[in-house]
């Protein structure tokens, strides 16, 4: 699977991603690290509840995009293998 940032300015492979979520010092910003420890910013919203929101739909669409059974796989993979980071 892989996320789009907010912006659209970034392309990140889930694989490659070790550590995901809010800000230390923004929690309203969702932020990654990848398995080079890089830092790398997704996205910012008005709250830090919706913020976590944004976080449970990355989690759900990665449940569903690992979990594809193999009747139908290619609907299941073609639904979430992108995960685009909302605007708001």
């Known amino acids: 699977m892989i996320i789009v940032s907010q912006d659209k300015d970034l392309v990140i ?3 490659n991603i070790t550590v ?11 932020d990654s690290i990848t398995v ?3 830092e790398q910013y997704l996205g910012e919203y ?3 509840e919706r913020a976590k929101e944004v ?3 990355i989690i759900q669409s990665y449940r569903e995009y690992r979990t594809a ?6 609907n299941v993979l ?3 293998a992108v ?3 909302p605007e708001e």
């Open 13 to 15: 492979n889930f694989e």
């Open 69 to 74: 059974e193999v009747d139908g796989y290619t």
């Open 20 to 30: 995901i979520g809010l800000a230390t010092n923004n929690p309203k910003e969702i």
């Open 83 to 85: 995960y685009e980071i």
């Open 36 to 38: 080079d420890k890089k």
């Open 78 to 80: 073609q639904k979430t």
């Open 46 to 48: 008005k709250t830090e």
């Open 55 to 57: 976080l449970k739909e």
